[in-house]
């Protein structure tokens, strides 16, 4: 009998060790730890966790919160649609309806076309390019109770930084309402979500600008295409994809709108700014009618849907086409 070589005993020791051990498990067990679905569990359990957490049971709570009659101190009962005719037949609901309708169009039609003007400048080359693109993002960053209370400040009817430079620049002889007059604040709250949310458009609007060749743009110059024609119709067909996803969460988050408004003017004057957001808090927190609140929340959710699905239905013909 000959000699083992050295090392090769532990190494055939190791090789016969491993099939012992897997042998001494179940098959099927064997088969679960070397299957990919353990690792996929594993990896989604958390996230799971997470949106069952504080995305699913906060729904599901606020769905039946708004078909009964719960209160502040009173779990109550089921009512049905009960909420939802009460909240429709109140001429305050339906202005903050019309309100969230309005601000939505004005303050996503300003963000596109502001974002489009500022990412085409962006995407040309010129000094301190990097610092101006850092720079622009400052209005996204900025938390928004903090922007908006600047802002406030500078709308303000008695300290208003605003009135005074036009009053001195010989603009104005009297004090204009920025926040006192209903169209006056609705146009200055369009004003801040706009300022607010116009590097988001930008940022990503140049990221789709980024993906398009800059031959197509010297191919349409040389057939004698000038700037306007060579956007319209090389720049804007390759663009529409990205912009039609950037209005569509434009939308979802200008339409469900809160902070902005409630730090702005908290709704006023008489009920002149209300969004659907800040008027079911002010009913179903400042009130603590809980079930009348989510009701006119959930008003929200077929609006959304409505226009997400239009949004995302001619995404995919584009696509198709």
């Known amino acids: 009998m000959k000699a083992p070589i050295a090392g090769g005993a532990g190494s055939a020791a190791d090789v016969v060790a491993l099939p012992r051990s897997r042998a001494s498990l179940p098959s099927g067990f064997t088969r679960f730890l070397e299957s990919e679905r353990l690792l996929a569990v594993l990896l989604l359990a958390p996230t799971v966790v997470l949106l069952g957490a504080f995305i699913a049971y906060p729904f599901v709570m606020g769905v039946w919160l708004s078909l009964s009659n719960t209160s502040v101190g009173n779990v109550g009962e089921f009512v049905g649609l009960k909420n939802f005719v009460k909240a429709w037949n109140d001429s305050i609901f339906r202005t903050a309806f019309w309100n969230t309708s309005v601000y939505t169009f004005w303050a996503t039609i300003f963000k596109l076309a502001l974002g489009m003007w500022l990412a085409l400048l962006l995407n040309r080359h010129f000094r301190g390019k990097r610092l101006v693109r850092a720079s622009m993002l400052l209005p996204f960053i900025v938390p928004t109770v903090l922007s908006t209370f600047a802002w406030r400040w500078m709308f303000d009817p008695t300290f ?69 024609r060579r956007f319209w119709h090389v720049t804007w067909p390759l663009l529409k994809p990205v912009t039609l996803v950037v209005v569509v969460f434009s939308i979802i988050q ?68």
């Not at 979500?193 to 140049?206: D, E, H, K, Y």
Request: hydrophobic share 50%; proline share 4%; with cysteine.
């Open 160 to 228: 208003s930084v605003l009135n005074w430079t036009l009053y001195k620049a010989g603009f104005i002889v009297t004090k204009l309402p920025f926040l006192s007059d209903g169209t006056w604040a609705m146009s200055c709250a369009i004003l801040i979500n706009t300022w607010r949310g116009m590097p988001f458009f930008a940022i990503t609007l140049l990221a789709g600008l980024q993906t398009i060749s800059p031959d197509l743009h010297e191919a349409a110059s040389l057939d004698g295409a000038n700037a306007w």
């Open 254 to 321: 200008t339409f469900s709108d809160f902070q902005l408004i409630y730090v702005l003017t908290g709704g006023g004057p008489a009920n002149s700014t209300h969004l659907l957001a800040t008027y079911a808090y002010q009913i179903g927190v400042a009130t603590g009618l809980l079930g009348e609140g989510a009701a006119i929340s959930l008003f929200m959710l077929p609006v959304l849907f409505i226009v997400v699905w239009l949004q995302l239905r001619y995404l995919r013909r584009l696509e198709g086409a």
